[in-house]
C-alpha cells in the first residue's frame, strides 16, 4: 500500500474512470495530492457542486445546471431543427464543431436486443412531443454508424414518419463502427454538412 488507505482509495476511484488505468490513476492522484490547494481541493469542491447541481434536461436529455439546458433555453437556437444523438458525450462533440445551429435530443443508448434496451428505455417521449407540436421542421439522425444505430435510426424514421417533417441522417465522414465523441472537428464537419434524406 502506498501513501496509506486514503490515497489507495482516491487511486482506485480514478482508475474506475473511462482511459484511467492503475498506472494512470497513480500519476493523476500523484499530481492532485503534489498540489492541494490549486488543484485537489479546487476540483473535489467542483465535483462536489456538480453532484449536486447537474441534472437531467426535462426538454433533451442532456446534462445541465439549469433545466431547461442552456441550449434548449436559448432563443438563438433553431428551435425547428433537433439531432437526434445518442449519449450527451455525442452532443458534446458536436457543440465543439460549432457547426449545429439547432437543439438536441439524447437517447440515452441505442436498441440492442443484446444488452436488453428496448424502445421503452430509449428518451424518446419528449422528441415526439416536440415534433408533434408543430414547429419541428427538421429531426437529424446524428447515431453512430454501427447495426445498433441504423436499427435504431430506422425505428425513429417509422415513428417519425407519421409527421410532416423531414428526416435527414448524417453523411459522409462517419466511419462504420465509429462513435461521434471520438471523431476530429473536421470529419464532424463533413458528416454535418453531407447529411441526407433517411431510407
Known sequence: MMGGGDVERLIQLLSRLPGLGPRSA???????????????????QAMEQAAHSVRTCSVCGTLDSSD???ICADPSRDHSLICVVET?????ALERSRLHPGTYQVL????????GIGPEDLNTASLLARVSSGEVREVILALGATVEGASTAHWLQEKLAAHDVAITRVGHGVPIGGALDVLDDGT????????????
Open 26 to 44: 497513480r500519476r493523476a492522484a500523484l499530481t492532485l495530492l503534489r498540489a492541494p490547494q490549486t488543484r485537489l481541493i479546487p476540483l473535489a
Open 188 to 199: 464532424l464537419a463533413a458528416a454535418l454538412s453531407a447529411r441526407r434524406p433517411a431510407q
Open 88 to 92: 450527451v458525450g455525442d452532443l458534446w
Open 108 to 115: 440515452g443508448g441505442v436498441l440492442s436486443a443484446l444488452s
Open 68 to 70: 431547461p439546458c442552456s
